[in-house]
């Protein structure tokens, strides 16, 4: 990336990698958003019976988390780029935490989706909490740099 922020390297290779992770998942997410819309369109009772309620809450949660994170990771890629003191250390630890979240949070819910019992998630919705504390993770970690306004 080219541009009149004084970032190293690795800061631009880290900003690039959230770009990209971000645009991709943004399209990803928002496919999987229009597929539910379909689903809701085609009046698909896998998706919409009221025995299904469940289902239809965690998928939307995943596809609306999904697509939040996203942009988050875009986000994250100006916040890098604008903060080239960030230390590498704390930098690359809330890089990690977001990229696993971005994606156990939303998974998370989808899997508790596919499999529900009795009105409850499927033991996939474990990751979901998992991701969250990632995410919150990230966004301290992200916060302190941005908030100092040097890194750290």
Request: aromatic content about 10%; hydrophobic content about 55%; charged content about 10%.
């Amino acid at each position: 990336m080219q541009g009149s922020f004084d970032a190293t390297d690795a800061a631009r290779a880290l900003a690039e990698r959230h770009l990209r992770f971000g645009w991709w998942a943004l399209l990803g997410f928002l496919a999987v958003g229009l597929v539910l819309e379909a689903f809701h369109g085609f009046k698909i009772g896998l998706y919409l019976d009221v025995p299904n309620e469940t289902r239809r809450l965690m998928w939307t949660l995943g596809h609306a988390h999904g697509t939040l994170f996203a942009l988050v990771n875009l986000g994250f890629a100006a916040a890098v780029l604008a903060r080239p003191a960030w230390g590498e250390r704390p930098r690359n630890a809330a890089s990690a935490c977001l990229r696993a979240g971005s994606l156990m949070m939303p998974l998370g819910f989808f899997l508790g989706g596919v499999w529900v019992h009795a009105g409850d998630p499927g033991v996939g919705i474990v990751l979901a909490p998992l991701g969250g504390a990632l995410m919150l993770a990230a966004v301290a970690l992200t916060a302190l740099a941005v908030g100092r306004g040097t890194g750290g």
